[in-house]
């Protein structure tokens, strides 16, 4: 690894935290700044209770202090804090158990978004302007435009209610794969009208051109050449797509009751939980974060002739 290339990882290395430290700030103050407060929910509560409350989860302190407090749980013990709700547990609890089905949500739709995108765009790129090149073009189309929330409850209709062939609930068995399909479907068609226009420019070349002039097998210049050269720009989609993914399935888990992070999410915004908003949008920013950088990082790995300036 020479200089340049460590100074690039170094700075991005930076970059990265500066960004984090700014999501943390921001969430901190404007979550602060919300008119009420957590305990306006609590059935007859006086004005004594919501004071002792305050003050067992310090928020009678001053918002400096809190912050300071705050930031520094977050950076050394990774501690976000009690949940205001979810009584006895700590938010970074809550989060870790939800985030063990968010991740084998995005895990799954990635590799059948990444796999499936990559094999149809290839296919549309050999087979340019012909039947199926324009049927594949039409289906990714439609999936690009349409919102995940949208898909999700036409296939909760269609595959749950109208021909009960999959479960609606998340938690039921085999109820992860309508969630799946939702998740991957607007990724994998993104990934088709990439790959496929990569692959029309590298097919379009000199050195293609060359290698068919040799009597290169045409496996060879498009699996050896081709495909390899084309995929750049998808290996630079894949890391954002991946976080995209885990956060986007915010709405998707509260449509088929995934007990995941999102779920977590959209009910600690009904019950002004504030640590659990504050912590899972921290988490979910810092996982955008992380999986920029180090598709940062492949990018120079994948192609070697990439200067970092």
Avoid: C
């Avoid at 992860?176 to 009208?193: D, G, V, W």
């Amino acid at each position: 690894m020479n200089s340049k290339t460590l100074f690039y990882i170094l700075k991005r290395i930076g970059l990265a935290i500066m960004t984090i430290w700014i999501v943390i700030t921001i969430t901190f103050f404007l979550m602060h700044a919300i008119p009420g407060g957590p305990f306006l929910k609590e059935k007859a509560i006086t004005a004594s209770a919501q004071a002792a409350l305050e003050a067992k989860y310090g928020l009678d302190k001053p918002l400096l202090t809190q912050y300071g407090t705050y930031l520094k749980d977050v950076v050394t013990k990774l501690d976000f804090g009690p949940s205001l709700k979810q009584r006895g547990r700590m938010v970074i609890d809550v989060i870790a158990d939800g985030l063990k089905t968010s991740v084998k949500l995005g895990v799954l739709a990635a590799v059948i978004a990444g796999v499936v995108g990559i094999v149809l765009g290839a296919w549309a790129a050999l087979r340019r302007n012909k039947l199926i090149d324009k049927i594949i073009m039409v289906i990714t189309t439609a999936f690009v435009s349409m919102p995940s929330f949208i898909m999700g409850s036409l296939l909760l209709v269609l595959f749950a209610i109208a021909w009960n062939i999959l479960p609606a609930n998340g938690t039921a068995k085999g109820g992860l794969i309508l969630p799946i399909i939702t998740l991957s479907l607007y990724p994998m068609a993104y990934i088709t009208r990439l790959t496929r226009s990569s692959m029309l420019d590298v097919l379009g070349q000199d050195y293609i051109r060359t290698a068919k002039a040799k009597g290169v097998s045409s496996a060879k210049i498009i699996f050896g050449h081709a495909l390899k050269n084309s995929l750049i720009p998808v290996i630079t989609y894949f890391g954002p797509m991946l976080a995209y993914i885990v956060t986007g399935s915010l709405v998707v888990e509260k449509i088929f009751a995934v007990p995941g992070i999102g779920r977590a999410f959209v009910n600690s915004i009904s019950n002004r939980d504030y640590p659990m908003v504050m912590g899972t949008t921290i988490v979910l920013a810092v996982l955008i974060v992380v999986m920029n950088l180090v598709s940062d990082i492949l990018y120079k790995v994948v192609d070697p002739r990439i200067n970092f300036e």
